[in-house]
């Protein structure tokens, strides 16, 4: 398994503890920062993610950002990438079990880190449910083809 992870200022905190989580899981992580907590914008670091998801050089992203909201709207941008800002154990496991999210987008500042940890791993463990999901997945494509023209 590997992800590619990014954040701004807002998310730092939280994407720090994360890297350290997720490689303590042998999870191969691909930090594409920021790296410190300096004031930066969010649409750099979420096309980092989003590329790297979108041409398939990962499985999956994860991006913070103060709320999640930023990463998420840039990352729809990119073709097959399913960004899902998730708020609560249940939004994390719906993003996965109906939506195959590949990119979980999460808010630094309105969450404590561990319970980032939680969200995070709901989102990678929960197995995509397929069947009259897959249906609209597919309109997703569609849509996202018939957009890029
Ligand atoms: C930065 O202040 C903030 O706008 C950003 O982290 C994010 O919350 C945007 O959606």
């Given at each position: 398994m590997r992800?590619a992870?990014?954040?701004?200022h807002g998310?730092y905190e939280?994407k720090?503890?994360?890297i350290e989580y997720?490689?303590k899981q042998?999870?191969?992580?691909?930090?594409?920062g920021?790296?410190?907590?300096?004031?930066v914008?969010?649409?750099?670091?979420?096309?980092?993610v989003?590329?790297?998801v979108?041409?398939?050089?990962?499985d999956?992203?994860?991006?913070a950002?103060g709320?999640g909201?930023?990463m998420?709207?840039?990352?729809?941008?990119f073709?097959n990438v399913?960004?899902?800002?998730?708020?609560?154990?249940?939004?994390?496991?719906?993003s996965?079990?109906?939506?195959?999210?590949?990119?979980l987008?999460?808010?630094g500042?309105?969450?404590?880190?561990?319970?980032a940890?939680?969200?995070?791993?709901?989102?990678?463990?929960?197995?995509y449910?397929?069947?009259r999901h897959?249906?609209r997945?597919t309109?997703?494509?569609?849509?996202?083809?018939k957009?890029l023209?």
């Amino acid at each position: 398994m590997r992800l590619a992870v990014a954040s701004d200022h807002g998310g730092y905190e939280v994407k720090q503890t994360l890297i350290e989580y997720l490689k303590k899981q042998k999870i191969e992580v691909i930090d594409l920062g920021t790296n410190g907590p300096d004031s930066v914008d969010y649409p750099d670091f979420a096309s980092e993610v989003a590329e790297q998801v979108s041409r398939g050089f990962v499985d999956g992203g994860v991006l913070a950002c103060g709320t999640g909201i930023g990463m998420c709207i840039v990352a729809n941008k990119f073709k097959n990438v399913r960004a899902a800002v998730v708020f609560d154990e249940y939004t994390a496991r719906m993003s996965k079990e109906h939506n195959n999210a590949n990119v979980l987008c999460l808010g630094g500042r309105i969450r404590q880190t561990e319970e980032a940890k939680k969200l995070v791993t709901i989102w990678l463990t929960t197995p995509y449910a397929g069947g009259r999901h897959a249906r609209r997945l597919t309109k997703i494509s569609e849509i996202e083809k018939k957009n890029l023209k």
